[in-house]
């Protein structure tokens, strides 16, 4: 079964900019989260969704977005790029949405922001 | 809510000597714990989880966890360190309804030669 796959891998962007990554989760998976990470700061945690619709979002401003399709692909988009969005976005997908499942992570895309 | 807290952000250790990850949380319901690892330019794989039942937990390449409730801890183990073994290390910790995953900041394992 193949896992999570993110694209692209990498991604050089300006201030000001938007950028949109996209996560496929493995098959058969219906939540997506994605996590934002830094150096020092771990992994912070940025949404979920499951069935199209988000179900957590972490305390981020609203620059950041997301959105899941029916085949249960997500995107998230970063508009007006900062130097601090430089990072390693991480997509996760689990069976279902219960705590207690394993949550499965794809490579990441690193962005860096110049 | 719940929070993570790993102790030593970077830890060092001699080829086949006992590994030590401290990892203590927070959580204002039964939490669920988890050890993932990341290797460079990867993702996170995990390596052991507990949810209910013993409090012993073990995980994949001879990794494992204990669940100690009474001082909140859930620290990584392994008897002999392997060169293999160097990577970066998360805790993480769930609460028992929704999928939301609260992550430490992460302990960055050298093996030494």
């Known amino acids: 079964k193949a896992g999570v796959t993110q694209t692209p891998r990498y991604l050089i962007k300006t201030r000001g900019q938007q950028v949109t990554l996209s996560c496929s989760p493995i098959?058969?998976?219906?939540?997506v989260s994605w996590y934002q990470q830094t150096p020092g700061q771990g992994l912070q945690f940025l949404f979920e969704?499951?069935?199209?619709?988000?179900?957590n979002k972490g305390n981020f401003p609203g620059r950041f977005s997301g959105r899941q399709f029916s085949n249960s692909r997500s995107e998230m988009n970063v508009s007006t790029l900062e130097l601090g969005d430089s990072a390693l976005y991480l997509c996760?997908?689990?069976?279902?949405?219960?705590?207690?499942?394993?949550?499965?992570f794809g490579p990441g895309t690193r962005l860096t922001v110049l | 809510a719940q929070s993570v807290t790993q102790l030593g952000s970077h830890v060092s250790v001699s080829e086949g000597a006992l590994v030590l990850l401290r990892c203590n949380y927070s959580?204002?319901?039964?939490?669920?714990l988890f050890w993932y690892v990341q290797y460079p330019n990867q993702g996170l794989q995990l390596l052991l989880k507990y949810t209910t039942g013993a409090t012993l937990v073990k995980g994949i390449n001879g990794f494992e966890a204990e669940f100690k409730k009474s001082e909140t801890s859930f620290h990584l183990t392994k008897p002999s360190a392997h060169m293999s073994d160097a990577a970066e290390y998360f805790c993480a910790v769930s609460a028992n309804t929704g999928n939301q995953f609260y992550f430490g900041t992460g302990t960055s394992l050298t093996v030494i030669p």
């Open positions: 996760a997908s689990s069976l279902i949405r219960d705590s207690y499942n394993e949550q499965f």
């Open positions: 098959s058969g998976h219906r939540s």
């Open positions: 959580s204002s319901v039964p939490p669920y």
């Open positions: 969704y499951f069935s199209e619709t988000q179900r």
